[in-house]
C-alpha cells in the first residue's frame, strides 16, 4: 500500500513538473526571435553561433521534456 502512495506522489511531481517544461517550451518558440535574434551589442556574433545556441536549448529541453514525460507516466 505504500508503494502505491510513493509512486502516485512521484506521478504527481513529474506530472507538475511535464507540464512547466511545455509551458517553456512555448514560451521559448514565441521568443524564439527576441532570445536567439542579432544582439547589437555582440558584432562578433555570428549565424552559426545563434544556431548552435537555439540548437542547444532545443536539445536540452528535449531530454527534459522526454524525462518529465516518461516519469510522469511512469514509463521507466
Request: avoid cysteine.
Amino acid at each position: 500500500m505504500q508503494n502505491e502512495s510513493f509512486f502516485l506522489f512521484i506521478r504527481f511531481v513529474f506530472t507538475g513538473l511535464f507540464l512547466a517544461t511545455l509551458a517553456a517550451g512555448v514560451v521559448i518558440w514565441k521568443n524564439q526571435e527576441r532570445l536567439f535574434g542579432v544582439d547589437a551589442s555582440i558584432p562578433s556574433e555570428n549565424g552559426s553561433a545563434r544556431t548552435y545556441s537555439k540548437v542547444q536549448i532545443l536539445v536540452v529541453w528535449a531530454h527534459i521534456f522526454l524525462l518529465t514525460g516518461s516519469f510522469a507516466l511512469l514509463l521507466h
